[in-house]
């Protein structure tokens, strides 16, 4: 009998265990995350928003509001396109992590705005928390900010 608990609790230890994400699970997230670069970058607003669950959050780089909504989602993205030239994104550091059915993809990326048609370019970070969904992985939150500028105590040596 003892033995017989000893290899349930052994069995019910091991499915407690977290497993890593194989890496082509990683890979999907990114072309996700790639995915919404490239819908942003051809300024379409309807494939943008395709991209997000019908329940999503977006705290966006410039919204002065988070947007809870589909189609708040799909306006966020029609602002941010209507100047021209149109703005555009280039992913910089990814850092993507996949518990099951979700996945955090955290990062920077950094925009190319056109104020007076001259390019200024603006760093920020990003947070995408991802839900796979009838095999796709949908935006369920987003959050993006600027990258803030550095100040004299950011840039002073940490003391020990």
């Known amino acids: 009998m003892r ?8 069995s019910v ?3 407690c265990q977290t497993v ?4 082509g699970t990683k890979a999907e997230v990114a072309q996700a995350t790639q995915s919404w670069v490239s819908a942003f970058n051809a300024c379409n607003a309807n494939e ?3 991209l997000y669950d019908s329940e999503a959050v977006l705290w966006g780089t410039v919204a002065p509001v988070v947007i809870s909504s589909p189609i708040g989602i799909q306006q966020y993205f029609e602002r941010a396109c209507s100047s021209s030239p149109q703005p555009k994104v280039v992913l910089g550091e990814q850092l993507v992590r996949v518990y099951g059915e979700t996945a955090i993809n955290s990062g920077s990326y950094t925009f190319t705005v056109f104020p007076g048609g001259q390019p200024r370019q ?14 796709r992985w949908l935006i369920v939150d987003h ?6 500028a550095p100040t004299a105590s950011a840039s002073a040596p940490a003391r020990q």
């Open 48 to 50: 943008a928003a395709a």
């Open 143 to 148: 959050h993006s900010s600027p990258v803030p």
């Open 20 to 23: 890593p994400a194989p890496d």
């Open 122 to 135: 603006v760093p920020a970070r990003y947070s995408f928390t991802y839900r796979k969904k009838e095999g």
């Open 13 to 15: 230890l091991a499915g």
């Open 3 to 10: 033995h017989a608990s000893l290899a349930l609790l052994a």
